[in-house]
C-alpha cells in the first residue's frame, strides 16, 4: 500500500476508462520526485502493416479503417490520398469537397464524444456522463444531438458512420442525392445553435493553469483551417510535405508499449486540436473566431485541459464548414476518378480529430502493395502525454491515490488518446 | 379482351400521358416501369414521362442489362428486378395496427403479372381467411395491362398459359405499334372504371388493319418467346422427383440466396416477429417476406426440417409447379422469368424441369 | 419504393392476424416445464368453439405469437374457455408458461382440421400418446368418452420420458380405473417404486390386440413415433386411411399465409395437423421434404 | 427486483462495435435508464463487480491474458453476445492466421521480444461458450437496440440467418452481380445491414461474415464470370471475416488450385 505524501510510492491505473482502447497508467515516485510517468498501451498488437503488405491497392482505405471504430474517415482519406499520390491521380475540387464533407461529419461526432461523454465528466466529478445526465439531463441531450449530427453526415455521405462504405480511391460509390442533402442542411442548421453554447458551457469550467511546453505540430493549407489536405508546419516554423515525412518525424519502441512512439527531429511534440488551432487560428471561419474570442481564448492555446474548449471551438468550425460546402456544392461529373495502378510511393496526411495521420504506400506496377507505413495520432502524442503527466503529477504528491489516479487518468483524457489507433504501427524496415 | 371489344380505341404517345394525368387527377398513385440504377424498376410515377421510351432489356440466365431500342416503345422489356406483388403484399408491414390504403393505378402489367396476381387472390384474398390488409389494397388498384408483343430471353409464359394476351383481370389493356402510322396504343376496356377514363380520354377508333396488326403481333410473340417448359405434366413430374438425386447437382449450383422467392411475383411466404421498445411497453408485430430458402423457415423445436440447400431448391421448385396445385387449385408460375434472371448463379427454372423430366424418361 | 401516403380510403385490417384478449383464469403446472392454462374470452371477444385436435395462436405480447393444440373438454366451452398445455422450450413457450392467472394473453384461432370421430362410429378407439403429444388427444379422449356407447373397445397408450414428465397423472388413473377403458403408460426412464410398463411405446402397442377392420387410430408425439407406429399399425392390416396423426411444423400464421407449415401438398394449418396417414405416409419417408 | 446489469468488454478489435452502442443518440440515455451499466471502460470509470445479466463482448482473442480474461467473464455473465467480425470470427486481425506470425511482427517492431501474441486470432466461441452473434464490422445499430430490447422482454433476438440479398430485394436494390456491375458477397453473406454497400452502388464485401447456408463455391464461378482473377477472388473472401471456416476453407481451396496449377 502506498499512502498521500509517501516519498516512494507506485500508482497505476490498469484500465484507463473513457479512452478509446485498452491502456494503463504507471507513475513511479521515488524520493519524493516523479521518476517515471507511463501511459501503457497494452492493446494488442494487429500487424495491419504487415498484412496490406500483397493486398491490392484498391483496398487500404477499408481495411485501414478498422484501425478504429472511433476515426475510420481519417484512415479512409490519409490512405486514398496517399495512394492517389502513388497513382499519380489527381482527384477534382468537387470531390475534395464531398470528402471535407464527410470528414466535418467525423470531426463533429469524435469531438462531441469526447467533450460531452468523455471529458465532462471530469470537470464535474462524475465517473460518467450518464450521471450527468441525472442533474443535467438537458446538457447531454446537447451533445448526443451533435453527435448525432455527425453521425448523419456519415450515414448519408457514408452509408454508415462506422466504417463507411462510400469512399473509395478517386472519391465514392454513388453522389448523395440532392434530398439527401437537403436532409443534411435542415439537420445542420440547428446544431450550429447547439455547438456554440458548447463552446459558452466548455468556457465556464474550471481549469487548472498550465501551459505544456512542446513543439506543435499541425497541417496548413493556405485557404482553409486544416482538416483533409495541406503541408506540415511546426510552432517553430518549419515546414515541410507529407513527402518528407520520415525526415522529420522518426518512431521509436519502447517496452512498455505496443505503439510506436514518434518524435519530430528528437522532440518530443503535440498534434491535435490545440496544435491545431495555435497554428491556425487565422484559418477559422469568422464565427468560429468569434465563438473563440467570447470564450476568452487567444490565438494561441497551449493549456491541455482547455483543449475542451478547442474541441468545441473546432465543432463550430466544421458545422460552419459543413454548411459552407453544402451551399456550395456543386455536383462531381463522376462520383469517382479512375485510379489505374502504377509502380511508385505515394503519401498521405491529414487531421483527424485527435491529430495528425500519417500514412505511406508503396506500390509495385499491378498496384499489389509492397510497404505501408501508417503513424496514428496517439503514438504521435504519447511522449506528450507522458511530459504532461511527469510535470503535474509533482503537484499531485499531496494526494490519495485514488484522488492523484483521478488527476493522471484526467490529465491522459486531455489528448483524447486513441488507442485503438495508436498501437502497433510504423515501418521501422525499409526497402 | 382487347381483341372482343367491339372496336379498340386507340391513343398517342401523349395520350399516355395524358392516362397517367386523369389517373392521378383522380386521387391515385400511378405507379410504373422506370429506370433506376440500370434497371426497370416499378416506382411512382411523377408523369407519363418517367416511362422508360426506348429503353429495352437484355436477360438471360443471372443476366440483365438494359438497351437503347431502335424505336421509343415504351414497354417493351420483361423481368425486371420488381414485380407487383411489392405494392399488394408489401416486403414489411405492421399486422397489429391499422394501415391507411393508397389508391394505386399500375401501369404497364404484362399479361403474366395480371396472372401473378390473380394468383395472389387466390392465395391471400381466399376464404376461410382472407387477408383483409390485402383485400383492401387490391381493392384500391386501377390496372392497365399491356399485351405482350416482344418476349425476352427468359420469358415463357405461352408454355405455362398465362400470355402473351391479357384475358381478364384489367381495367384497360394497350397493345403498343411503332412504325406506319406512328407511334400508339390500342385501348381495350375491361371495366366500367376502365371505360369511364377512356371517355375522358383523347383517342380515336383503331382500323382493321391497326387491329389486324395488334393480333399478329401477339401470336407472334407466342412463338418467339426465349423459353418453354417442357410439354409434360409438371404436376406428377415433380410429385415423382421427391427422392431424385438432382437437387444434390442444383444445389452445388445454388447460392441459398432467396432471390428467386424474392423477385417472384406469385411467392408470399412471410414471418412475423414482434418487437418492443426499450422500456418494454409498446410492442408491435411485423410481417415480412420470407423465404423457403432461410435456414429458418422451417425451424421447429430441435432444428430445421430443411437442413440442405438440396431440399430447400426442391421444395421451392415443387411448391412452384406442383405442390401449388394441390394448395391453391393453379400452378405457382406464371412464366414471367424473372428467377431466371435474378438468380445470380443463373439457375434456370425452365432448365432444371427440362432435366428432371429427362432423367425420368431415360431411366 | 414509393413513401408518399396520398390518398387514404379505407384502412386496412387485418382480422385475422389480430388476437382476442383472454384472460388466463387458471394456471397449473403439469410437470416441471409444462403447464395448462384456463383461458377465458373478454367481453365480446370469444372466439368459435373449438372441436377436437384444433390449435391456436397464442401471443404473449411483445415476445410473440406460437401454434398450441387445444387439450381442454369439447363438451365443457361453456363462457367460451379455452384449455390450453404448453411445454417450454423457447422464449415464446417460456412466457405463455410464466402467465400466471390474472394476466391476459392473445388468441387466434381456432385452426386446423382435428381429429375425425365420427368415422369410427361403433368401431375401436386406439390412441397412441407420446409426451406432449397427449395434450391434443385429451379433447378427443374426452369426446369419445362422453359419448362411450357409441364406440367398441377405447384403449390408450401414452408414453413419458419419466413419471415427472408424464401429463396429467391423475386424469390417467381415473381413466384407467374405467372399466370400458384399457390404459397403459411406458416409460422410458422408470423412476424407482414404477410398477408400471418400460420402455418405447411400440412395446404396448406391440401387445395390445386389435381388430384391424374395426380399429381407428389416432396418433400425436414425436414425428418418429408417429412414423413408427403407424407403419407397425398398417403393418398389422388397420387401413391407412383410419389412421389419424397430428404432425407439426413451422407456423407463423395458422391460417394458410405464411407458407411455412408445408408438407408437400399440405398446409398443415389447413388440410392438418390432423392428417390420415394415407395422405402423409410416404411424405414422412423423404428426408427434409 | 433491479435492473438487469449490462458490461461491455473489449479485446483485440478497432471499438467501432462498442462505439455502434454510444452511437444510439437517441436511446442511450433510455439504455441507462433501463440497465444498470456495470462495465464498460470507453463509458465510465465505475466499474462495478458481476455479476452480469449481459455482456456485449468486442474483439478477438489473440494474446494469453485474454483467453485467461474471456473465460473470466463467461463465468460471470448471464447471457454473453458477441458482438462485431472480431468476436464472430476472428476479424481483420485474422488475416495473421494466413501468415507467419514472426514475419509480422519483425516487419512492424524493431523489438517483437516485447510482445505477446497468441499463433491464432480467434472468435470468442472458440474460446467459450456464447449465446448470441452480432455479426458486422461494425455491428448494425438496429440489430443491437433489437437485440438488447429483446433480451430486455425476453424475447429471442431477431436476427435473420438469411443472405444480403434478401435485404436488397426488400429494399428495392437492384442486383449487382445480375447487372454485371460490381463482385458482390451478398449471396453468401449474412443479413442485417439492411443490404448498405449495394444501396451505395457497391458490391457487399462481407463484413457480416458468411450466412448460415454460405456457399462460397457456387459464387467463385459467378465472380469468375465478372472478370475476377483467382487470387482477386481470394483476397475478397478473406478480409473481414477471414477465419470464418467457410470463407477460409474456399479461400484455401482456390489458393491450392493455384499452387498445383
Ligand atoms: C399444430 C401445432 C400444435 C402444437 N401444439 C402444442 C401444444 O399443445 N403444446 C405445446 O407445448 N406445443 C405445441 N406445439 C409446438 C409449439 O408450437 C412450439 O413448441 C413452439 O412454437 C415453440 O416456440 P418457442 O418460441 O417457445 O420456442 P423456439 O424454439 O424459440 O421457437 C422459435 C420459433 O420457431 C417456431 N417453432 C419452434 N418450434 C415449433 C414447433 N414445434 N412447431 C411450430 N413452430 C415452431 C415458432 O415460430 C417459434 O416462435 C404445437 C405445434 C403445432 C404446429
Ligand atoms: S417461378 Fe420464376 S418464372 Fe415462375 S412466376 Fe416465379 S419468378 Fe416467374
Ligand atoms: S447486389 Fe449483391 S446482395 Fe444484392 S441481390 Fe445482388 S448479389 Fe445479392
Ligand atoms: S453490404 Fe456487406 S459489406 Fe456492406 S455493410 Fe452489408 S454486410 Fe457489410
Same mark, same amino acid.
Given at each position: ?50 498484412? $496490406? ?21 481519417? @484512415? ?43 471529458? !465532462? ?11 450527468? !445526465? ?9 451533445? $448526443?444531438? $451533435? ?44 446544431? $450550429? ?16 493553469? @498550465? ?5 506543435? *505540430? ?45 518524435? *519530430?527531429?528528437?522532440?518530443? @511534440?503535440?498534434?491535435?486540436? *490545440?496544435?491545431?488551432?495555435? *497554428? ?152 | ?198 371517355? +375522358? ?13 395488334? +393480333? ?18 409438371? +404436376? ?48 408491435? +408485430? ?78 | ?5 396520398? &390518398? ?140 362411450? &356407447? ?140 | ?28 440515455? #433510455? ?65 495473421? /492466421? ?26 470468442? #466461441? ?39 440479398? /434478401? ?73 473481414? /471475416? ?20
Amino acid at each position: 500500500m502506498t499512502h498521500k505524501g509517501a516519498s516512494d510510492r507506485l500508482v497505476a491505473v490498469d484500465e484507463l476508462a473513457r479512452v478509446e482502447g485498452e491502456g494503463a497508467l504507471r507513475l513511479r515516485v521515488v524520493d519524493g520526485e516523479v521518476a517515471e510517468a507511463e501511459l501503457n498501451i497494452y492493446e494488442p498488437p494487429r500487424y495491419f502493416e504487415a498484412f $496490406l503488405v500483397g493486398r491490392k491497392y484498391t483496398e487500404p482505405p477499408d481495411i485501414t479503417a478498422r484501425i478504429c471504430g472511433i476515426c475510420p474517415v481519417a @484512415y479512409q482519406m490519409s490512405s486514398c490520398q496517399a495512394i492517389e499520390d502513388a497513382c499519380g491521380v489527381q482527384v477534382p475540387e468537387t470531390i475534395w469537397a464531398l470528402r471535407r464533407l464527410l470528414y466535418c461529419g467525423e470531426w463533429i461526432e469524435s469531438h462531441a464524444l469526447h467533450i460531452y461523454l468523455l471529458h !465532462a465528466p471530469d470537470f464535474l466529478g462524475l465517473p460518467d456522463a450518464i450521471e450527468l !445526465a441525472k442533474t443535467n439531463r438537458e446538457l447531454v441531450e446537447t451533445g $448526443l444531438a $451533435l453527435k448525432k449530427v455527425g453521425n448523419d453526415i456519415m450515414e448519408i455521405l457514408g452509408g454508415r458512420a462506422i466504417h463507411p462504405v462510400n469512399v473509395r480511391l478517386g472519391g465514392f460509390y454513388r453522389l448523395p442525392t440532392p434530398e439527401e442533402l437537403e436532409h443534411l442542411k435542415s439537420m445542420l442548421r440547428p446544431a $450550429l445553435d447547439q455547438a456554440l453554447k458548447t463552446v459558452e458551457w466548455t468556457s465556464t469550467l474550471d481549469f487548472p493553469d @498550465y501551459d505544456c511546453g512542446h513543439e506543435l *505540430l499541425a497541417m496548413s493549407h493556405p485557404d482553409t483551417y486544416p482538416i483533409e489536405r495541406g503541408h506540415l508546419i511546426t510552432a517553430s516554423r518549419e515546414e515541410f510535405p507529407a513527402s518528407a515525412w520520415n525526415d522529420f518525424i522518426e518512431s521509436v519502441q519502447v517496452p512498455h508499449s505496443t505503439a510506436l512512439q514518434a518524435f *519530430l527531429r528528437g522532440r518530443r @511534440y503535440l498534434s491535435g486540436p *490545440l496544435a491545431r488551432y495555435s *497554428l491556425n487560428y487565422a484559418n477559422l471561419s469568422p464565427l468560429a473566431r468569434q465563438a473563440a474570442r467570447a470564450a476568452g481564448l487567444g490565438e494561441r492555446c497551449v493549456n491541455p485541459f482547455q483543449s475542451i474548449i478547442v474541441r468545441a471551438i473546432e465543432v463550430v468550425y466544421a458545422i460552419d464548414e459543413a454548411m459552407r460546402i453544402l451551399e456550395e456544392y456543386e455536383p462531381p461529373r463522376r462520383p469517382a476518378v479512375d485510379v489505374p495502378p502504377r509502380a511508385g510511393e505515394g503519401h498521405g496526411v491529414t487531421e483527424a480529430p485527435r491529430g495528425i495521420l500519417y500514412h505511406r504506400y508503396k506500390l509495385d506496377e499491378n498496384g499489389l502493395i509492397q510497404q505501408a507505413q501508417i503513424v496514428s495520432p496517439t503514438a504521435q502524442n504519447q511522449p506528450a502525454i507522458e511530459a504532461d503527466l511527469k510535470t503535474l503529477a509533482a503537484d499531485w504528491l499531496d494526494l490519495e491515490d485514488g484522488e492523484l489516479t483521478a488527476e493522471a487518468e484526467r490529465a491522459i483524457r486531455n489528448y483524447d488518446p486513441c488507442i485503438s489507433c495508436s498501437a502497433h504501427f510504423l515501418t521501422v524496415e525499409r526497402g | 379482351m382487347l381483341f372482343d371489344h367491339p372496336l379498340p380505341e386507340v391513343i398517342d404517345r401523349a395520350g399516355l400521358d395524358q392516362l397517367v394525368k386523369l389517373l392521378q387527377a383522380d386521387g391515385y398513385t400511378v405507379v410504373g416501369p422506370t429506370e433506376r440504377d440500370g434497371a426497370l424498376v416499378l416506382d411512382e410515377l411523377a408523369g407519363g414521362a418517367d416511362l422508360p421510351d426506348g429503353i429495352g432489356v437484355e436477360t438471360g440466365a443471372g443476366h440483365y442489362r438494359l438497351r437503347e431500342r431502335a424505336d421509343g416503345a415504351v414497354f417493351n422489356h420483361s423481368a425486371g428486378p420488381q414485380s407487383w406483388k411489392q405494392f399488394v403484399h408489401p416486403p414489411r408491414q405492421r399486422v397489429d395496427a391499422p394501415e391507411p390504403v393508397r389508391r394505386l393505378a399500375f401501369i404497364g402489367v404484362r399479361p403474366c403479372d395480371l396472372a401473378a396476381l390473380a394468383i395472389l387472390d387466390g392465395v391471400l384474398g381466399a376464404a376461410p381467411y382472407p387477408d383483409d390488409r390485402y383485400l383492401a389494397r387490391r381493392d384500391q388498384i386501377f390496372v392497365v395491362a399491356v399485351n405482350c408483343v416482344e418476349p425476352g430471353n427468359t420469358c415463357f409464359c405461352a408454355s405455362t398459359g398465362t400470355g402473351p394476351a391479357a384475358e381478364w383481370g384489367y381495367d384497360l389493356v394497350l397493345t403498343e405499334q411503332e412504325g406506319e402510322g406512328g407511334h400508339r396504343f390500342l385501348l381495350g376496356t375491361g371495366s366500367v372504371a376502365g371505360e369511364e377514363i377512356l371517355d +375522358r380520354l383523347t383517342h380515336r377508333t383503331a382500323t382493321g388493319g391497326e387491329i389486324r396488326e395488334a +393480333r399478329r403481333a401477339v401470336d407472334d410473340a407466342a412463338g418467339s418467346m426465349g423459353r418453354s417448359m417442357p410439354e409434360t405434366d409438371l +404436376r406428377g413430374l415433380l410429385n415423382r422427383a421427391r427422392g431424385s438425386e438432382h437437387w444434390e447437382q442444383v444445389a452445388n449450383r445454388c447460392l441459398a440466396c432467396a432471390n428467386c422467392t424474392m423477385v417472384c411475383p406469385t411467392c408470399f411466404c412471410t414471418t412475423v416477429e414482434d418487437a418492443t421498445d426499450l422500456e418494454g411497453d409498446n410492442a408491435e +408485430r411485423w410481417q415480412r417476406w420470407d423465404s423457403c430458402f432461410d435456414p429458418d423457415f422451417s425451424y421447429i423445436h430441435g432444428g430445421a426440417v430443411r437442413k440442405s440447400v438440396g431440399s430447400r431448391y426442391r421444395q421451392w421448385m415443387s411448391h412452384k409447379l406442383s405442390t401449388w396445385h394441390d394448395q391453391f387449385g393453379t400452378s405457382g408460375c406464371v412464366g414471367c422469368g424473372r428467377c431466371i434472371a435474378w438468380c445470380p448463379a443463373g439457375i434456370d427454372i425452365t432448365a432444371e424441369a427440362a432435366a428432371l423430366a429427362e432423367k425420368e424418361r431415360t431411366r | 419504393m414509393i413513401q408518399a401516403m396520398r &390518398e387514404t380510403a379505407r384502412p386496412a385490417r387485418a382480422e385475422a392476424m389480430v388476437p382476442a384478449a383472454y384472460t388466463v383464469v387458471d394456471h397449473r403446472r403439469e410437470t416441471h416445464d409444462t403447464v395448462t392454462l384456463t383461458l377465458l374470452p373478454g367481453r365480446g371477444t370469444a372466439l368459435p368453439r373449438f372441436r377436437p385436435g384444433q390449435f391456436t395462436m397464442l401471443s404473449a405480447e411483445g415476445i410473440g405469437e406460437i401454434p398450441v393444440s387445444i387439450s381442454g373438454d369439447p363438451d365443457d366451452q361453456h363462457d367460451g374457455r379455452l384449455v390450453q398445455t404448453i411445454r417450454e422450450v423457447g422464449a415464446v413457450s417460456a412466457a405463455l408458461c410464466r402467465s400466471e392467472a390474472g394476466s391476459e394473453i392473445g388468441v387466434r384461432g381456432p385452426y386446423g382440421h382435428g381429429w375425425r370421430l365420427a368415422s369410427a362410429l361403433d368401431g375401436d378407439l386406439l390412441v397412441v400418446a407420446g409426451g406432449i403429444g397427449l395434450a391434443p388427444l385429451r379433447p378427443l379422449i374426452r369426446s369419445a368418452l362422453g359419448r362411450r &356407447e357409441h364406440f367398441g373397445d377405447v384403449t390408450l397408450l401414452a408414453g413419458a420420458r419419466s413419471y415427472a414428465d408424464l401429463l396429467y397423472p391423475l386424469q390417467l388413473d381415473a381413466w384407467a380405473r374405467r372399466r370400458d377403458t384399457a390404459v397403459t403408460v411406458t416409460l422410458d426412464r422408470p423412476d424407482p417404486g414404477w410398477t408400471g410398463r418400460v420402455g418405447l411405446i411400440t412395446g404396448p402397442l406391440a401387445e395390445t390386440a386389435i381388430v384391424p377392420e374395426r380399429t381407428t387410430a389416432y396418433l400425436c408425439g414425436p414425428e418418429i413415433m408417429i412414423k413408427v407406429c403407424a407403419d407397425a399399425l398398417a403393418a398389422r392390416g388397420v387401413p391407412p386411411e383410419r389412421i389419424q396423426v397430428s404432425l407439426e411444423r413451422n407456423m407463423k400464421c395458422g391460417v394458410g399465409w405464411c407458407g411455412h407449415c408445408q408438407l408437400g401438398p399440405h398446409l398443415l394449418c389447413r388440410s392438418g395437423p390432423v392428417c390420415r396417414w394415407d395422405a402423409v405416409a410416404d411424405l414422412l419417408d423423404i428426408e427434409e421434404l | 427486483m433491479g435492473k438487469p446489469t449490462l458490461a461491455v468488454w473489449k479485446f483485440t478489435s478497432c471499438d467501432g462495435c462498442q462505439l455502434t452502442l454510444l452511437d444510439c443518440e437517441d436511446e442511450l440515455l #433510455a439504455i441507462a435508464d433501463a440497465v444498470q451499466i456495470k462495465h464498460f471502460p470507453e463509458a465510465t470509470r465505475k466499474d462495478l463487480p458481476g455479476p452480469f445479466d449481459v455482456s456485449l463482448v468486442e474483439g478477438s482473442i489473440s494474446t494469453p491474458a485474454e483467453a485467461e480474461r474471456i473465460k473470466r467473464i463467461r463465468e460471470e455473465t448471464g447471457t454473453l453476445v458477441a458482438i462485431g467480425a472480431c468476436a464472430t470470427s476472428g476479424g481483420i486481425q485474422a488475416l495473421r /492466421n494466413f501468415a507467419d506470425l514472426d514475419e509480422f511482427q519483425r516487419i512492424i517492431y524493431p523489438h517483437p521480444e516485447f510482445l505477446h501474441s497468441l499463433e491464432q486470432v480467434a472468435p470468442i #466461441a472458440a474460446h467459450v461458450d456464447v449465446d448470441y452473434e452480432l455479426r458486422g464490422c461494425p455491428i448494425d445499430k438496429r440489430q443491437l437496440l433489437g437485440l438488447l430490447s429483446a433480451l430486455l422482454k425476453g424475447r429471442r433476438p431477431d436476427l435473420p440467418k438469411g443472405a444480403v440479398c /434478401n435485404e436488397c430485394k426488400q429494399r428495392g436494390v437492384n442486383c449487382l452481380l445480375v447487372e454485371g456491375k460490381e463482385p458482390c458477397l451478398g449471396p453468401i453473406t449474412q443479413a442485417g445491414c439492411g443490404a448498405i454497400c449495394p444501396s451505395y452502388n457497391r458490391g457487399c464485401y462481407g463484413c457480416f461474415g458468411p450466412s448460415d447456408s454460405a456457399q462460397p463455391e457456387a459464387l467463385i464461378p459467378v465472380l469468375s464470370r465478372l472478370g475476377l482473377a483467382d487470387p482477386d477472388i481470394v483476397r475478397m473472401l478473406r478480409t473481414y /471475416n477471414a477465419a470464418a471456416p467457410k470463407l477460409a476453407a474456399a479461400g484455401d481451396r482456390l489458393e491450392g488450385a493455384h499452387d498445383d496449377a
